[in-house]
T-cell receptor
């Protein structure tokens, strides 16, 4: 089945620990994105990548880091510098072909920092 | 970052009623997308619009790309309980950077059986 997978679905971490969220896609999409969603709020862009080995900061990149070593993978690390890391994290991908830039989302990872 | 003005923020309707929600922007978009998000899940793409004035349907859903390129609306006809969820609009600027979407704040729909 083609799609975007995120793991795990639920993640618990102690304050001060770094944690890495996984995002994999087998849609052969060029672009990948990470969003953060807080209760009752919209989506805020953390980082995005249009091509392997390249990525750009979004609107709320502070306290996060990413890598794009493979086309199909775009892991997000939530570092201890992120002041309020508890949130729902969504990964998305897009073919980035011409004008057709629909983004398709994974199921999300809910991170709770204790 | 910029966000779209999406309204209403929430709606409480009776099963069978029609629903209408819209998004407006101060800048021009060349793509409008509508997503639905169920609790605890990722958003699912419902409808994509690419041309000003375009009207597109997907079952009971109809969406339009405003003629000014600065707005879009989504209609749901004859609502059913499974329509419950949060609906997001998203737009892509004419000169977009890396396919970055601009999202509305969402419309939370509740349907009373």
């Amino acid at each position: 089945d083609g799609g975007i997978t995120q793991s795990p679905k639920y993640l618990f971490r102690k304050e001060g620990q770094n944690v890495t969220l996984s995002c994999e896609q087998n849609l052969n999409h060029d672009a990948m994105y990470w969003y953060r969603q807080d209760p009752g709020q919209g989506l805020r862009l953390i980082y995005y990548s249009q091509i392997v080995n390249d990525f750009q900061k979004g609107d709320i990149a502070e306290g996060y880091s990413v890598s794009r070593e493979k086309k199909e993978s775009f892991p997000l690390t939530v570092t201890s510098a992120q002041k309020n890391p508890t949130a729902f994290y969504l990964c998305a991908s897009s073919p980035l072909a011409g004008s057709y830039n629909e983004q398709f989302f994974g199921p999300g990872t809910r991170l709770t920092v204790l | 970052g910029q966000q779209l003005n999406q309204s209403p923020q929430s709606m409480f309707i009776q099963e069978g009623e029609d629903v209408s929600m819209n998004c407006t922007s101060s800048s021009i978009f060349n793509t409008w997308l509508w997503y639905k998000q169920d609790p605890g899940e990722g958003p699912v793409l419902l409808i994509a619009l690419y041309k000003a004035g375009e009207l597109t349907s997907n079952g009971r859903l109809t969406a339009q790309f405003g003629i000014t390129r600065k707005d879009s609306f989504l209609n749901i006809s004859a609502s059913i309980p499974s329509d419950v969820g949060i609906y997001f609009c998203a737009g892509l600027h004419f000169y977009n950077q890396g396919g970055k979407l601009i999202f509305g704040q969402g419309t939370e729909l509740s349907v009373k059986p």
